[in-house]
């Protein structure tokens, strides 16, 4: 292989990041994300995967330290991204993905590589697209890693969705499409009917699988050694209030889960995501060694330039609701208000009502509700 086609895989592996394709395809014209990448040249990045199955690639950036990139626009087996962590006498695999063949393809992937056993499989937080192919890893005899609260989690927001009626789950959303009170109300409210519709088919096919191995928020950060390569499992609040980060401090290499939304807007909806804490622990992140590379949750794997990108985000949904909320803008009127700038119109987005109009709302409910 010669050079420059070595460069263009890696850039390739760097900007496929399509995230939620499938979804987009529901929600309407929603523009993939081109970004390019500084890491585009960055050797610890292998030229070539050492696996690729479309809708997934799985490539070494770092020594022992690999991950898997998922390419929702050529299938949801993975949807969400992931990795894994090799040491001399154990490995440690990341995310449950959102089917068992994803978490399969994964565990594949780490056996091309080495035959030490894995100790576990963490889930960074409890959402299904990182949670539903739990039941691989179960089946598997390979324990599960997740925040304390993750198995609640699951079972609180997933069985009752496994045993309604699809139609009931999706009717209140029905009537707020029906008595949306503007254009931009109810685009918003169907584009989340479909991203929402999708999600609980996903679920319904599921074997819900929770963790075994519940990690106690208040005993981290743990250190995990794995055979003369310790990684740091820490947590982190933001995205869901279960999330939980891999480093391996030694490679400068951090899985972030969804913390990070590389070339996408942030998925805010969790009822216990928090804008202040989520923009404290990205604030963190930028404060970590000028040549981390961060593995996200969904998007291409990025270096700082992704941790600014994501604070710019943030700082502009901040800076757009903060003129609303002093003009007095309402806050269900504001979340359907903010207006995407020139410069983000090429991010992904996994539906407005998933992303920027909770975003907006925390907001506003961080001032004192308007
Ligand atoms: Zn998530």
Known sequence: MTHASAGFNRRQFLTQASCFGAFYAVAGAIPRTAMTSPLGDDPRIASTPIVDAGFASVRKIGEGAYATISDTSKGLTTMCNGGFVVGKDAALLIEGFVTANGAAFQMQALRKVSMVPAVGALDTHYHFDHSCGNSFYGANGIQLWGHAAVAKRIADSYSPMQAADKVAVLAPVQKRIQDAKSDLA??????????????????????????????DPAELPMTVDLGGYPVVIETFPGHSGTDLILRVPEQKVVFTGDLIFSGAYPACFDEQATMSGWRATLKTFASYDKDTIFVPGHGHVCGQEGIAAQRGVFDDIAEQSEKMYKAGVPAPEAADRYEIPEKFKTLGMFSWNFCIGPAVTKLYAEWGKK
């Not at 009917?193 to 929770?210: E, F, M, R, W, Y």
Request: proline share 7%; aromatic share 4%; no cysteine.
């Open 186 to 215: 109810k685009q918003h409210e169907q584009a989340y009917l479909g991203a929402l519709s999708n999600v609980v088919d996903i679920v319904k096919k599921t074997t819900l699988t929770l963790p075994n191995r519940p990690l």
